[in-house]
């Protein structure tokens, strides 16, 4: 981190509102005005004999601040558009629409969410995503957590509204059937029944709605949706990454306590 007094290269190190050395001229006869050269002076001092100059404003300048020269002034001013074009174009596929993949729920859910098992992408999983329109969330996760973890908070997020509505329908045709005579009153069944009848949607639906038909929501997940095998379209998918959130409909977070310790969830 740079010294607090060095003006020349630091940058602002806490938030704040910095002041400025504004000059109409730009220069004097004895050549550009720079604080530096009276950095003992205080700022009165610099108001009551200020630099030859035709016309300038001069006020103290906080610690952790530096000048911005009238180049840089200049050079920040002319690369607004072209910075402006570099962010749309982060946040766009229009250039590379091919790019804009999403993997379906039934897949990343399927054998227990085994996609989960390791970072290294090959052919294969890059297969597993198909190019799509929309992406119904976006998957931001720690690749050190483990794998049963993320399976587990993926399975209650989408599966416990299907496994709950299912049990509570058999309870009542137990109940129905009960009431008729059909079944015994010691409630055996609905015990022996429900419970697995709740754990097994629980865990297993997205296996079963993969084979008989998969899920219409799609899902990005970086190692399916960003090619891992070809060095020149994993950078392009990387710096896509906003476009990904963009155009996502929701954000699922697989937060864990070293979420925020590491880089690429923090980006």
Not at 33 to 59: F, G, I, M, N
Not at 72 to 79: Q, T, V
Not at 136 to 161: D, E, I, P, R, Y
């Amino acid at each position: 981190m740079p010294a607090p007094g060095d003006r020349s290269d630091s940058l602002p190190t806490k938030f704040g509102h910095p002041t400025t050395f504004i000059s109409d001229s730009g220069a004097s006869s004895n050549g550009p005005y720079s604080l530096q050269e009276d950095d003992k002076l205080s700022a009165e001092e610099l108001a009551r004999h200020p630099r030859p100059c035709q016309r300038s404003t001069v006020t103290a300048i906080p610690s952790g601040f530096r000048i911005l020269s009238s180049i840089e002034i200049h050079a920040l001013s002319s690369s607004r558009s072209s910075l402006g074009k570099q962010i749309s174009n982060m946040l766009a596929f229009e250039d590379c629409k091919e790019l804009k993949r999403g993997s379906l729920l039934s897949t990343v859910l399927r054998r227990g969410a085994s996609v989960f098992a390791t970072p290294a992408g090959c052919d294969a999983t890059y297969a597993l995503s198909q190019q799509v329109e929309r992406i119904g969330a976006f998957v931001s996760h720690n690749w050190v957590t483990a794998a049963s973890l993320k399976f587990m908070a993926l399975t209650l997020h989408f599966n416990l509204g299907a496994a709950f509505v299912l049990s509570v329908l058999l309870l009542v045709l137990l109940g129905i059937a009960t009431a008729l005579g059909a079944l015994p009153t010691t409630g055996f069944l609905c015990q022996a029944l429900c419970i697995p009848c709740f754990l097994s949607t629980l865990l297993c639906l997205r296996d079963v709605q993969h084979i008989l038909r998969p899920a219409r929501e799609t899902l990005f997940l970086d190692v399916l949706c960003i090619n891992q095998t070809s060095a020149d379209t994993k950078r392009k998918g990387i710096d896509k990454l906003g476009a990904f959130v963009r155009y996502s409909d929701t954000m699922i977070i697989l937060y864990t306590d070293i979420y925020l310790r590491k880089l690429w969830t923090v980006y």
